[in-house]
């Protein structure tokens, strides 16, 4: 039976190999995605002007 104190260092060990989310990275991450959005309006626009040109 394991003591009360190798209990509470087991619960914390595994809590800590666990990663947690801050709005920090909320905010890096949504961020991310709206210039992932915009580089991809920006070669849908070359695309149409492309077309538009062979036209």
Do not use: C
Not at 38 to 46: F, I, N, Q, S, T
């Amino acid at each position: 039976m394991p003591t009360l104190e190798y209990s509470w260092w087991w619960g914390k060990r595994i809590k800590d190999n666990i990663p947690t989310s801050n709005q920090e990275d909320f905010r890096l991450i949504k961020e991310h995605l709206q210039l992932e959005e915009e580089k991809m309006r920006l070669g849908l626009d070359v695309d149409i002007h492309k077309l538009e040109a062979e036209n």
